[in-house]
Nanobody, 124 residues
């Protein structure tokens, strides 16, 4: 089961680092996607990373502010979020796709496994 952690309350312009890990298997052979869902809105793709390369992709809304990375030694995929603004407030989820060797996908239905989500609140 995937676990997302690292959420919290941060002021506009601040930073948070989210982590995605799995307790029962290695993430080495999964593409990992980060998604978010704000109240009253649909789930939105944020970023993803393949397991070979790796190759990374970002939504336009976070490009230049967020960085996704994987640490196979720690079995984590992190999402470093800088320059946060209130529009980034949402529950953030990580998800795993076993097919993403040299690519990763933006559609939630492409991912087989999901974490429980971690809440990020950006407010002054």
């Amino acid at each position: 089961q995937l676990q997302a952690s690292g959420g919290g309350l941060v002021q506009p312009g601040g930073s948070l680092r989210l982590s995605c890990t799995a307790s029962e298997y290695t993430l080495d052979y999964y593409a990992i996607g980060w998604f978010r869902q704000a109240p009253g809105k649909e789930r939105e793709w944020v970023s993803c990373i393949s397991f070979n390369g790796p190759v990374t992709y970002y939504a336009d809304s976070v490009k230049g502010r967020f960085t996704i990375s994987r640490d196979n030694n720690k079995n984590t995929v992190d999402l470093q979020m800088n320059g946060l603004n209130p529009e980034d407030t949402a529950v953030y989820y990580c998800a795993a796709d076993p097919e993403g060797s040299s690519y990763c996908l933006v559609t939630p239905g492409s991912y087989d496994y999901w974490g429980q989500g971690t809440l990020v609140t950006v407010s002054s």
